[in-house]
């Protein structure tokens, strides 16, 4: 697998990606697909502080096969050596040590990037997200009991943080 700065062209595939996650109520708050053209800005607004990163197939034709994307924490300057984290696998790569290369990858990254706090926000349910982070030394930072509501079943979001 070889991990590389997302561009552009890969915008489709990120999103098809992201798309995938949405049935299983696990990964996104999103209940419907979302479109290419609506995540252009999201995808413009990441810059060389901010990446997105994807992973690829190593045989033959590169594919995509997932994607972390950093983002500002919260939205105001004091924040900025703090980045939320998020990681979405293509359904047929899940098990397969992607998220955990992906998340090893951008632990290593932080320091060049000046970002010394990550923070990831993961649905109590989603047990393999969860233990995949806190098998990368995130814990719990936060707990916010039934904030989303998914198929007339309220879920709860945990905030695991982790220092640099």
């Not at 999201?42 to 994807?54: C, G, K, L, N």
């Not at 098998?135 to 309220?154: C, K, R, S, T, Y």
């Amino acid at each position: 697998m070889h991990i590389r700065l997302a561009v552009e062209s890969d915008l489709p595939t990120i999103i098809h990606i992201y798309n995938a996650s949405i049935p299983s109520r696990l990964a996104t708050a999103d209940l419907e697909p979302i479109s290419v053209e609506s995540r252009r800005a999201w995808f413009h607004a990441h810059s060389d502080r901010y990446p997105v990163w994807v992973i690829t197939t190593t045989q033959g034709y590169r594919k995509v096969i997932g994607w972390l994307s950093l983002q500002m924490f919260y939205g105001r300057p004091a924040y900025h050596k703090t980045a939320e984290v998020s990681i979405y696998v293509d359904p047929d790569y899940q098990q397969q040590g992607v998220g955990k290369k992906l998340l090893s990858y951008a632990i290593k990254q932080c320091s060049n990037l000046n970002i010394s706090r990550l923070v990831g926000f993961i649905f109590a349910h989603n047990l393999p997200s969860r233990k995949l982070f806190t098998n990368f030394g995130f814990v719990e930072w936060g707990f916010l009991p039934q904030i989303a509501e998914m198929d007339q079943q309220e879920q709860s979001l945990v905030i695991l943080g982790k220092v640099l």
